[in-house]
């Protein structure tokens, strides 16, 4: 007997699920009903820390540097960002990173949310704006109510991309967010921990593990750690001998010279 429209079985994801748009990553397209990030609903985050410790942008950037190129502003709009207490804030975006995968400085408008109530506010007037292409807001002290507030605003839009970040303790309370994630990392593995904790479709029975840097930004990375080296490598002429004093004009080799790199 065919399943009716609107109707989905538990134990498989569910094939009629709103539009989504890629994440960018083939494991977790693979492990999400639609094939990727939906449209038009609420994606909650839970880091394992709030204080910076799990990056969340190698997750979320390839789908925030592609949703609608070319179609208007695409506006990135973050909401109540925290600062981190540590000297490089991970929950910070770094401008050369971005530019890197492919999201453009320009695209980015950072609300900072001085209380919950401003946070809220701030982040469903976004998701009214036809420019926005997507809101990440961290809303610590969300209630279920203002969850249902967001969902109803995203789904109004229904192409735009809406990530709120809440603690991991959070994962213990109903949420009415489609689409769950607990986050966590793997240090020795250098990868982004991703537990399915809710989605349409059976439970995810082990962990996905996804690239902790995108190959982007590890050649970025790379190249800054190169030009760092040459700029400290200095080069410094061996002292004529004060027993030669016709050492002064003798022809230079190239063993006369040695790289010091500091």
Avoid at 22 to 46: F, M
């Amino acid at each position: 007997m065919p399943t009716p429209a609107g109707v989905w079985r538990a134990d498989a994801l569910d094939a009629g699920a709103a539009p989504a748009f890629t994440t960018g990553h083939a494991a977790l397209d693979a492990a999400l009903p639609g094939g990727g990030w939906p449209l038009g609903a609420l994606v909650e985050l839970l880091p394992a820390t709030d204080d910076g410790g799990v990056p969340v942008w190698p997750l979320l950037l390839p789908a925030l540097a592609a949703h609608r190129v070319g179609q208007g502003a695409g506006t990135v709009v973050l909401v109540g960002a925290p600062a981190s207490p540590r000297p490089a804030a991970d929950w910070q975006p770094g401008l050369p990173a971005l530019a890197a995968a492919g999201l453009s400085p320009a695209r980015l408008l950072w609300l900072p949310g001085a209380s919950p109530v401003a946070r809220l506010w701030a982040a469903e007037q976004a998701l009214r704006c036809a420019d926005v292409a997507a809101v990440l807001a961290w809303l610590p002290q969300a209630r279920a109510s203002d969850l249902r507030r967001l969902q109803l605003a995203a789904a109004r839009r229904g192409d735009g991309l809406l990530f709120v970040l809440r603690p991991a303790q959070a994962a213990r309370t109903a949420s009415p967010a489609p689409l769950r994630l607990r986050l966590g990392v793997d240090v020795v593995a250098s990868t982004l921990v991703v537990h399915v904790v809710k989605r349409r479709g059976p439970p995810l029975v082990a962990p996905l593990h996804l690239p902790a840097q995108s190959a982007a930004v590890r050649a970025l990375l790379a190249a800054a750690e190169q030009a760092r080296a040459a700029a400290a490598a200095r080069v410094l002429p061996f002292a004529p001998r004060p027993d030669r004093p016709d050492a002064a004009r003798e022809v230079d080799h190239a063993v006369d010279r040695v790289a010091v790199a500091a």
